[in-house]
T-cell receptor, first 118, second 112 residues
Framework: KAGVTQTPRYLIKTRGQQVTLSCSPI?????VSWYQQTPGQGLQFLFE???????NKGNFPGRFSGRQFSNSRSEMNVSTLELGDSALYLC?????????????????FGQGTRLTVV | DAKTTQPNSMESNEEEPVHLPCNHS???????IHWYRQLPSQGPEYVIH???SNVNNRMASLAIAEDRKSSTLILHRATLRDAAVYYC?????????????FGQGTELSVKP
């Protein structure tokens, strides 16, 4: 069974540009969450998508957005990049409680996309 | 979001058991206790989770206090590959969906 796949693995962008990151969840997983990891702030929740709808949102500015497609694949977009957006962006997918026999399920993380803004 | 408190760092010797504590005094009845770990240069990895009863799996054991205000992750025999940051997280899927709120975690170092 393939794991969570994030592309690209590494990215270098210039301040002011925009970037789109992609996440393919594990087959059958409909919940996809995104996280930002920096040395100073640690792992912070960005947003979660389920059935093409944003179900939860973290405390990030509107420059950070995402979407989910009907096949559960998800993308996140950061517009007008700032130097502080340099981070490891992680995606995680989960089954919903009640799918199969599990009443509470674990999240499976991808390897992440390392974004550097110069 | 209910919060967890963990020591910043712990040390262990290889082949010895490790007990990683976590306090979560504001836990609600619908919060599950999850543990994840993050090895260097990798995404977080699920370790174990539980609600009220102690849990065992091939990676670790989870001991949950009777009042659920604290829990302990137990690695029975630490190996060098267990050196990682361990995160204790409260997850309420029914009310808050799939999001995970990470704290600072405990950085575990394992000495040969």
């Amino acid at each position: 069974k393939a794991g969570v796949t994030q592309t690209p693995r590494y990215l270098i962008k210039t301040r002011g540009q925009q970037v789109t990151l992609s996440c393919s969840p594990i087959s059958g997983h409909r919940s996809v969450s995104w996280y930002q990891q920096t040395p100073g702030q640690g792992l912070q929740f960005l947003f979660e998508y389920f059935s093409e709808t944003q179900r939860n949102k973290g405390n990030f500015p509107g420059r950070f957005s995402g979407r989910q497609f009907s096949n559960s694949r998800s993308e996140m977009n950061v517009s007008t990049l700032e130097l502080g957006d340099s981070a490891l962006y992680l995606c995680a997918s989960s089954l919903e409680p009640g799918q199969g026999t599990r009443m509470n399920t674990e999240a499976f993380f991808g390897q992440g996309t390392r974004l550097t803004v110069v | 979001d209910a919060k967890t408190t963990q020591p910043n760092s712990m040390e262990s010797n290889e082949e010895e058991p490790v007990h990683l504590p976590c306090n979560h005094s504001t836990i609600s009845g619908t919060d599950y206790i999850h543990w994840y770990r993050q090895l260097p240069s990798q995404g977080p990895e699920y370790v174990i989770h539980g609600l009220t009863s102690n849990v065992n799996n091939r990676m670790a054991s989870l001991a949950i206090a009777e009042d659920r205000k604290s829990s302990t992750l137990i690695l029975h025999r630490a190996t060098l590959r267990d050196a990682a940051v361990y995160y204790c997280i409260l997850r309420d899927f029914y009310n808050q969906g799939g999001k995970l709120i990470f704290g600072q975690g405990t950085e575990l170092s394992v000495k040969p």
